[in-house]
């Protein structure tokens, strides 16, 4: 039997701009997605603390050490500048394989930096 997991978190990152008039996404800097084990056309699920929102989308990777957590896109009228978003990903298993799978936690500062994974 296959099952749905978590696989990937980003906790409470914030929103650092959005870009209404670009092709519809996500922008991670790459060091939050490396920490996230999160890939470049992954799909996400994106949950609004501030106003909740919850969108999916795929995630494009941002400039290494910049912080950006961008929505794009039609995506950009679901959060304002300054918000607070979850970003989760999921994978596909066994459910033998799931009972054992821990996933990729990433709980970032107030500045989108890495403070502990």
């Avoid at 978190?9 to 060091?31: F, M, P, W």
């Avoid at 929505?71 to 298993?93: C, E, H, P, Q, Y």
Wanted: aromatic share 6%; proline share 2%.
């Amino acid at each position: 039997m296959l099952i749905e997991v978590l696989k990937s978190k980003i906790h409470r990152a914030k929103i650092t701009q959005t870009e209404l008039d670009y092709v519809g996404s996500i922008t991670i800097d790459e060091n939050l997605m490396d920490a996230a084990n999160m890939i470049e056309g992954e799909k996400v699920l994106i949950v609004n603390n501030n106003n909740g929102e919850r969108l999916e989308t795929y995630v494009i990777a941002g400039e290494r050490g910049s912080g950006m957590v961008c929505l794009n896109g039609a995506a950009a009228r679901k959060a304002a500048k300054g918000d607070i978003v979850i970003v989760l990903s999921f994978a596909t298993m066994e459910f033998e394989a799931a009972k054992k799978f821990t996933p990729f936690l990433v709980f970032p500062d107030r500045n989108n930096k890495i403070i502990c994974d």
